[in-house]
């Protein structure tokens, strides 16, 4: 797994020159490249979502664009379009922003559901079907789509089912007082994102995540995810808990951060750091357990405390 924790690092240092303090989510992050999977960022404006992905995709050499959700967002504008040309007397496709290697999706909440079900559509399938035709997505594909959990007057919010499409949900979260002290020194002359050059490429990427593939998972690691798994089905505070979608994001997720910390074995450890990110966004909280102040993240720490790694027999 060397090849695959060398591409991860170099990747991971070179973002962080210009996310300052934030290494964890970088690394979630690239675990969910390296996945094939898909992240929504939730987070309030000015923390540093869309320098993240100009970031990644400068960093990986790969093409980026920026794609601002409106309510007048029409699926067309996402995928393409057919034009008809009258000098050839035929239909051409006029691919949409979705043809790029990292794809920002900004305030994915102000776009209609019909939009956002044709973005989704992309992310799920990784090709576009225009008037018949069907158009293979680039590769490597990864959609940041971003929210503010703040302000949701003229939003339409993500259906439980299309949440569970996205591999991971991040946060940033503001910066430490030193960290914030450093973004300001790094930007007195002009922003460290300029500056940023390639240091990886890009097109090893599906390479790579077949590699991921061979890092070993015990049974008792297995069979812990699959407890954690089924302890949010039965949790008094969840009216869902995570799909089997779920419980195969987690499995490959901590596949691949083993990989990218240099071992090919999994560890019960690497489960736990990535349930969060990875199972939470999944949950849906009961309309009573949420009057009593549940939240997703509370029921989360509440089924890693009381989940034990391994109590000797598997449940039938």
């Known amino acids: 797994m060397e090849s695959v ?52 995709a400068v960093s990986l050499g790969g093409s980026f664009r920026r794609l601002q959700c409106t309510p007048d967002l029409l699926p067309n504008d996402v995928t393409g379009v057919s034009i008809y040309n009258q ?18 999706a900004d305030e994915l909440n102000r776009a209609t559901p019909r939009t956002q079900s044709a973005l989704l559509e992309c992310m799920g399938e990784a090709q576009v079907t225009v008037d018949g035709v069907t158009h293979p997505l680039a590769r490597p594909f990864l959609v940041l789509a971003t929210q503010n959990p703040i302000e949701y007057e003229g939003t339409f919010p993500l259906p439980e089912a299309q949440l569970d499409r996205f591999f991971m949900r991040l946060r940033l979260g503001y910066p430490s007082f030193d960290e914030e002290r450093q973004v300001v020194t790094n930007l007195r002359r002009r ?4 500056s940023l050059r390639q240091v990886v490429e890009g097109r090893l990427v599906p390479e790579l995540q077949q590699q991921v593939w061979e890092v070993h998972v015990d049974d008792t690691v297995q069979d812990y995810i699959l407890r954690l798994v089924q302890a949010s ?14 419980s195969l994001a987690l499995f490959k997720a901590a596949q691949t951060l083993a990989a990218v910390s240099g071992r090919d074995y999994a560890l019960p450890d690497d ?45 039938e």
């Open 233 to 246: 089905r039965r949790h008094p505070d969840l009216a869902l808990g995570a799909s089997p979608r779920g």
């Open 271 to 315: 489960v736990k750091r990535l349930a969060q990110p990875v199972l939470e966004h999944r949950f849906i909280v009961s309309p009573e357990s949420s009057l009593r102040g549940r939240t997703a993240q509370w029921v989360m720490d509440d089924i890693l405390r009381e989940t034990p790694l391994d109590i000797g027999e598997r449940p």
């Open 191 to 194: 922003h460290p994102i300029e």
């Open 87 to 104: 000098k050839s007397g035929e239909f051409e496709f006029r691919p949409g922003p979705i043809f790029v290697n990292v794809l920002l």
């Open 5 to 56: 924790a060398a591409f991860a690092w170099r990747l991971i240092d070179n973002v962080e020159r210009v996310i300052v303090g934030k290494r964890p989510a970088i690394e979630l992050l690239v675990v969910a490249l390296l996945c094939d999977g898909h992240v929504l960022i939730e987070d309030v404006p000015g923390v540093g979502k869309t320098m993240l992905a100009r970031a990644l």
